[in-house]
């Protein structure tokens, strides 16, 4: 197996007559954390809902373990190993956490993710288990979707969006996880809008503008006005929609 | 004591209704279909006990042995197939498309089987009855049929609320792109709940056969009172689906009592103040995920 654990080549989307991502290619590296940015309407999220399979490309291919996994089910994905935090958490608001956390749970006990090792990660969780998910908080129901997401026992994690309608300090705390999960031999995918937080995370950044690919590279690499501009696209009016950084 | 026989009485036809009902709710609450076939996949289910039972030499009141897993089967190859292709259209699809069957399934069976009343024949039992008041008389056939009503939701509600399967067919209820996410075969669910659904009318079918006499036609009004019954309970609640059945039946009776024109009105009548006084049904949940 290539190094490889997720490739994107050429892959386009369309909303109806909306081109939402357009012919984008990149790949995830085992035990990678790789961060999209981009602003609203760029296309991250239909990204990583077509790479979960819940939108079906135009044209292009996601090879995951050097398998072609483009026209496969959402849930076949799930069982071979890729899993979605979707955006606004999607928790099942008519169940209790832990029944929630339990319809994702695989049926075997040794794998690194069960409900258990869930309970360990976030201390809090035991003591809840019984509670509706809508009882509690932004921050909670967020950890709650991660857990659920993890005792899939995925090999590559999207997230989307995990800050959206957190507070700062909140948003931190549930990023600090992401060192835990990568030692569970994990490949992170993140989507974010807030950059600071993302960029912080990453060993990559991959930037979307438009549905199209506008800059690439490592955090360290990367100046702020590169990120700026390939975030707003304050190039385009110059005409070079690209600002490739070597890597 | 003569009102205490007629909430007697709806209680009892409260009970058919809630089991008719049932497999109405889990149809709308799991794979938002709502399927205007429902009444006559009871009457087909009555036809096939009638008309199978003497080849098998079996007595019709054992019938449900045989039909009841046979339309459960025919509830996920149907979902698999006609419901899941018109699901994948759009919701109205499903509206045409199940209505289509219905009208199909009605003329099929005024052509192949006329017009006239059947019943399925359990022999004697049907005529006797309990006596424990001067007035009062309690039919054991009506009294077994809400004893079953209560033990199939009964199981219904153990099966949704502790079970593997039970909890993905609530996931997909929830929400069918997270439960896929999660891993669950969202149509692979779908067939799983239509079986159950299928399943519970054959049995409120052939206890309607049991009851009373019905004819080709007979799907449509209980069909009705089935739908008001989910309604009154409340969307997505199985023993708020029983508490309407009663509900409706006790105010037909009501009605009856008073003038027997007035029995289906009445029900429509508490129908329609429950819509307006508490548009979510008596156990309806409101709450939604902030």
New interface residues.
């Given amino acids: 197996m290539g190094e490889h654990i997720l490739q994107v080549r050429d892959l386009t989307v369309h909303h109806g007559q909306l081109c939402a991502i357009d012919n984008v290619s990149f790949e995830l590296n085992r035990g990678e954390v790789l961060t999209m940015i981009g602003a609203n309407g760029a296309g991250k999220s239909t990204l990583l809902r077509t790479i979960?399979?819940?939108h079906h490309p135009s044209s292009g291919e996601i090879v995951f373990e050097d398998v072609d996994v483009t026209r496969w089910?959402?849930?076949?994905r799930?069982?071979k190993g890729i899993?979605?935090v979707?955006e606004g958490?999607?928790?099942?608001?008519?169940?209790t956490l832990e029944?929630n956390l339990?319809?994702?749970a695989?049926q075997s006990r040794s794998l690194p993710f069960t409900v258990e090792r869930v309970y360990e990660l976030f201390d809090w969780m035991p003591s809840r288990r019984k509670q509706r998910?809508?009882q509690l908080s932004?921050g909670e129901?967020q950890a709650v979707a991660i857990g659920?997401?993890l005792v899939?026992n995925p090999k590559v994690l999207l997230l989307d969006e995990l800050s959206l309608g957190l507070a700062p300090i909140i948003v931190e705390r549930i990023y600090a996880l992401v060192p835990e999960i990568v030692s569970q031999g994990v490949s992170i995918l993140i989507v974010e809008q807030d950059v600071a937080q993302g960029v912080m995370v990453a060993d990559r950044v991959h930037c979307l503008l438009e549905g199209r690919t506008s800059l690439t590279g490592t955090p360290a690499d990367l100046t702020s006005e590169q990120i700026d501009q390939a975030y707003f696209g304050a190039d385009m009016a110059k005409g070079s929609l690209s600002a490739e950084a070597s890597e | 004591m003569i009102w205490v026989n007629v909430i007697i009485q709806g209680i009892l036809v409260g009970g058919f209704y809630a089991l008719f009902a049932c497999g109405l709710s889990l149809m709308f609450g799991v794979l938002k279909v709502i399927n205007l076939a429902h009444g006559d996949m009871a009457v087909v289910a009555a036809y096939v006990a009638v008309l199978l039972s003497p080849h098998l030499h079996i007595a019709m009141l054992w019938s449900f042995l045989v039909v009841v897993p046979i339309f459960g089967l025919l509830g996920y190859v149907l979902q698999r197939t006609l419901i899941q292709r018109s699901i994948d259209r759009d919701p109205f699809t499903t509206l045409l498309v199940t209505f289509g069957l219905s009208v199909v399934i009605e003329n099929l069976l005024l052509e192949l089987y006329t017009a006239n009343g059947r019943t399925v024949d359990i022999g004697s039992i049907i005529a006797q009855s309990w006596h424990p008041g001067s007035i009062v008389y309690i039919s054991y056939v009506s009294l077994v049929v809400l004893a079953i009503a209560v033990l199939v939701l009964a199981i219904l509600q153990l099966f949704l609320s502790k079970s593997r399967t039970g909890r993905l067919i609530r996931a997909v209820a929830d929400d069918r792109e997270a439960a896929q996410l999660s891993g669950a075969n969202y149509k692979h669910i779908f067939g799983i709940a239509a079986a159950i659904a299928f399943a519970t009318v054959a049995l409120a079918g052939i206890a309607y056969g049991m009851m009373t006499q019905f004819a080709p036609t007979s799907g449509g009004v209980n069909l009705l009172f089935a739908f008001e019954a989910v309604v009154i309970g409340g969307i997505g609640s199985l023993w708020g689906t029983l508490v309407g059945g009663i509900a409706l039946g006790v105010a037909q009776q009501f009605g009856a009592h008073l003038n027997p024109q007035y029995q289906v009105l009445a029900g429509n009548l508490l129908f329609l103040a429950v819509l307006a006084v508490r548009p979510q049904g008596l156990f309806g949940k409101k709450t939604a995920l902030a």
């Avoid at chain 1, 089910?73 to 076949?76: A, F, L, M, R």
């Fill in positions: 979960a399979g819940l089910q959402p849930h076949k799930v069982s899993s979605l979707p958490r999607r928790l099942f608001s008519s169940m029944e339990m319809v994702a695989g998910v809508w932004g129901q659920r997401a899939a």
